[in-house]
């Protein structure tokens, strides 16, 4: 298995930390709007990880 690049470590590191933000803000009853937000970082970001693990070959 390939080494992931560090764009990949710091897209999954803002992807668990985005997911957690998300989680706390619905626990502690914060709007809801701002952990949409949350979770869309958290999607977008495992997105990107996944997408930059890609071979060019």
Same mark, same amino acid.
């Given at each position: 298995?390939?080494? /992931?690049s /560090?764009l990949q %470590? @710091?897209?999954? +590191? %803002?992807s668990v930390?985005?997911?957690?933000?998300? &989680?706390?803000? *619905?626990? @502690? *009853?914060g709007p +809801?709007? +701002?952990t &949409?937000?949350?979770?869309?970082g958290? &999607?977008?970001?495992? *997105?990107?990880a996944? +997408?930059?693990? @890609?071979?060019? *070959?």
């Amino acid at each position: 298995m390939a080494k /992931p690049s /560090p764009l990949q %470590v @710091r897209n999954i +590191l %803002v992807s668990v930390l985005s997911a957690a933000a998300a &989680v706390w803000n *619905g626990l @502690r *009853g914060g709007p +809801l709007w +701002l952990t &949409v937000i949350f979770a869309l970082g958290c &999607v977008l970001a495992a *997105g990107s990880a996944a +997408l930059n693990g @890609r071979t060019s *070959g």
